[in-house]
């Protein structure tokens, strides 16, 4: 089964990403970590490609389970074929700076506000087969969400 977690940073894709992962047995790949399957970047997009094509096919079965953490919407098209569950991780904007605050030491430099803004407008439109919204909702609580999509489509 093919997992896309998506939505800007700091609202929590990698953390339930990593607690899932062990729960279902997948792999986690994040953003363009694809880049280390080839030596161009056409190859490895080729190379990741296959592999999520075939956890996509696998929906029933789930012994190929893939979650793939995005940030960039850009991404999101190259997607848009696939078999998949995607889940939009949201998150207050001013929890977002808080959480972003703590990566760089307390300091939230004046750009990294524009582009965390810019990020979140970015975002707005981008539906999910789930949303999530990790200011509100604690972490067990938006794991059974996700559980709860996989046993729903395994009937």
Known sequence: ??????????????????IISDKINAEVCSGKEYLKLAKNEYDAWRIFYDKLVDASADVYNCDN???????????????DNFNCVKVKFIADIDIIKTRFSKRMKGNLPKPIISMIERKSLEWKEIEGDIVLDTSKNDIEENINKIVEVIYKKNG
């Open 1 to 18: 089964m093919l997992f896309i977690f998506m939505g800007e940073s700091c609202t929590g894709k990698s953390t339930i990403a990593d």
């Open 65 to 79: 389970n893939i979650i793939y953490v995005i940030t960039e919407t850009d991404m999101i098209a190259k997607l």
